[in-house]
């Protein structure tokens, strides 16, 4: 049944929540829709005591390992943790506490993915797939996505297709795909894209992109029979939005556990 999934999204240390496709190198070009005056480890709290299990914590950019580690310490081995991920530092993560790792940029080189960089994160985690997440994070071309990586900003050659996802779901244990081009606009979730990662994924996937208002939470259990999971960001009002209330959220878990 289609859950509710935290974000803790962090840029320059802070927790804040960014329109996604403004993330360039260039500070002028970012939009943010807040900035939280409370820690990471506040929200990484917030989601134990409700018992959000499979909340992700996102690293965008430098900067935020110690906001990161402290969230993480919070609640040991509860958060996954993404962002600047390697085959060097994905254990010492899981060590710091975090449950999972989830990869994106490292996959591709140059913008081409690489199997051998994905054998090679496996391998760090000693073969165990079920402590890995693969992002991949989209961006629209034509009537097709592409998985983006650097902060969404470069298209790489892999298109998010049936054959893509058949290719990755041996290596890890469920995907998280932003729809970078709805990240942070509050304008509704890709509802083509939703239906697609259902028919496609045959592990657990979760959803973000757009999410404005509880029913999106219903509109994603109906086009994904319930396969896919959400992530509501920019909407919520623990991060100044006003579409939707973060202990609705909560109870929907809830009545989805019961």
Known sequence: MTRFRPCIDLHSGQVKQIVGGTLTTTSSDLKTNYVSKLPAAHFAKLYRDNGLSGAHVISLGPGNEEAAKE????????????????????????????????????????????????KAIVSALEGNKDKLVIDLSCRKKGDTWFVAMNKWQTLTNMEVTRESIKLLEPYCSEFLIHAADNEGLQRGIDEALVHQLATWCSIPVTYAGGGRRLEDLKKVRDLSNGKVDLTIGSALDIFGGTGVKFEDCVDWNNKCSS
């Open 71 to 118: 969230a993480l310490a919070e609640w040991k081995d509860g958060l996954q943790l993404g962002g600047g991920i390697t085959d060097k530092n994905a254990a010492q993560w899981l060590e710091w506490g975090a449950e999972k790792v989830i990869i994106t940029s490292y996959l591709f080189p140059e913008g081409g993915f690489s199997m051998d960089r994905l």
